[in-house]
């Protein structure tokens, strides 16, 4: 979810909020003035079961000491802001969170058969059915002006440009460090997530040789899917795009 409707949620939730507790309907507020309050203070503080997380101030009201009057506290606009904050927050940590997925029964990598210049490559560990979604490739989405701003150098970023896929958005998704190197694995939370980027191992064959991959690409995510039946021991191959530029 992108930021801006991360916020439109929030504001949602936010008015829905005030609405249904500042805002009470009749039935609703009935039952809760008709609450004992079960005190001699001056107030008393309660909670509905609609709602335990909203504390509400109860009054006690005039001689009846189980008349109550609805009065609206900080608290609610205590919770409100909470969650606001919270959200931004958690806006900019999903922003930097690494996402992706690889079947790892369905792989292995190794030496690519495209020669030493081209490093390693992915490989069918056994045969894959046409159709069969091998994975989601790994990285951090970020805007092109963000994903420039990440990278050591100018020459970091061109390592890494070998890697990154341009999302239909614009967006860059990128698996590589800020030197541009690929890591093995990509670490969140120090480590407790980890996404492998097996899947940036795909090379793009020669002129000419076979393709047996298509890459699916979505506003957030790139799939990778088997073009076709693709026996073991094969190396995985998909089209970079025009540009050279995933």
Known sequence: MRRH????????????????????????????????????????????????????????????PGAVTLQSTWQLVTN????????????????????????????????????????????????????????????????????????????????????TWSLATGDVLDPTLSNGELPDTLLFFGGLLRIPTLLALVNEPRAGMDLNVVAVVSERDVAYVAERDIYAGEELMTDYGPAYDR
């Not at 994975?135 to 100018?154: M, Q, T």
């Open 5 to 64: 409707e991360l916020l439109y949620v929030l504001c949602t939730v936010a008015v829905s909020t005030i609405q249904a507790f500042v805002l009470t309907p009749s039935a609703l507020r009935s039952s809760i003035v008709n609450t004992p309050c079960r005190t001699t203070a001056p107030s008393c503080f309660i909670t509905t079961s609609s709602s335990p997380w909203l504390v509400r101030q109860l009054t006690v009201g005039g001689e009846d």
């Open 80 to 163: 409100v802001g909470a969650l606001v904050v919270g959200a931004l927050v958690l806006a900019e940590v999903v922003q930097d969170w690494p996402r992706g997925w690889v079947n790892r029964q369905l792989v292995e990598a190794g030496p690519s058969t495209l020669g030493p210049q081209a490093g390693r490559g992915l490989f069918a560990a056994r045969n894959i059915p046409r159709d069969t979604v091998i994975g989601n490739f790994p990285g951090v989405i970020s805007s092109r002006a963000s994903w420039l701003g990440r990278k050591d150098s100018e020459e970091a970023a061109l390592l890494a440009r070998r890697y």
